[in-house]
T-cell receptor, first 111, second 113 residues
Framework: KQEVTQIPAALSVPEGENLVLNCSFTDSAIYNLQWFRQDPGKGLTSLLLIQSSQREQTSGRLNASLDKSSGRSTLYIAASQPGDSATYLC??????????FGQGTELSVKP | NAGVTQTPKFQVLKTGQSMTLQCAQDMNHEYMSWYRQDPGMGLRLIHYSVGAGITDQGEVPNGYNVSRSTTEDFPLRLLSAAPSQTSVYFCASMKSQGNQPQHFGDGTRLSIL
């Protein structure tokens, strides 16, 4: 059974710092891996999707990497801003289309 | 662009009552799914559908029913509400083909007394 783990559960950083969020999964037979952002009381917004054949994806200040063989993904946020404060979730998609989520990392960026 | 629309946004029920959570998408997505989100548990898949007329169980299906009579709609029914079903429910959709992201609704916050 696929299990997804995110470390740390919570992170507080001062504005301007670069930071890394970690995601690990137990079964390397994934279709893709997605990173989402969730603001309090809101739904999930897709940030980046990495196909199983890819190593990384970039969008603005965000960079996500994927190492299938080791079952790891990282989300790198450059020059963090208070507006980046949210919960970040990673999810792996299996061949049938189902997403298995980690429990998320709650990020707080202090001005 | 409506995307994925969930109604209602909030609901309070008494134990034993039944209700239907509505979900509609206007993106012609084949794949739709329902999740529940609980503190410390992350999002867990309840039911999903790969197309009209086809549904299947996810990780936590007990106490819930779904149907998919059209591509656009995927309602979730609570048959006899229990306090353990107090949660935030999210509906999501995506294109089945290719590497496409899932689109989520804003959620329904459900309390069972």
């Amino acid at each position: 059974k696929q299990e997804v783990t995110q470390i740390p559960a919570a992170l507080s950083v001062p504005e301007g710092e670069n930071l890394v969020l970690n995601c690990s999964f137990t079964d390397s037979a994934i279709y893709n891996l997605q990173w989402f952002r969730q603001d309090p009381g809101k739904g999930l917004t897709s940030l980046l999707l990495i196909q199983s054949s890819q190593r990384e994806q970039t969008s603005g200040r965000l960079n996500a990497s994927l190492d299938k063989s080791s079952g790891r993904s990282t989300l790198y946020i450059a020059a963090s801003q208070p507006g980046d404060s949210a919960t970040y979730l990673c999810a792996v998609r299996d061949q049938g289309g189902k997403l298995i989520f980690g429990q998320g990392t709650e990020l707080s960026v202090k001005p | 662009n409506a995307g994925v629309t969930q109604t209602p946004k909030f609901q309070v029920l008494k134990t034993g009552q039944s209700m239907t959570l509505q979900c509609a998408q206007d993106m012609n997505h084949e794949y739709m799914s329902w999740y529940r989100q609980d503190p410390g548990m992350g999002l867990r898949l309840i039911h999903y559908s790969v197309g009209a007329g086809i549904t299947d169980q996810g990780e936590v299906p007990n106490g819930y029913n779904v149907s998919r009579s059209t591509t656009e709609d995927f309602p979730l029914r609570l048959l006899s509400a229990a306090p353990s079903q107090t949660s935030v429910y999210f509906c999501a959709s995506m294109k089945s083909q290719g590497n496409q992201p899932q689109h989520f609704g804003d959620g329904t916050r459900l309390s069972i007394l």
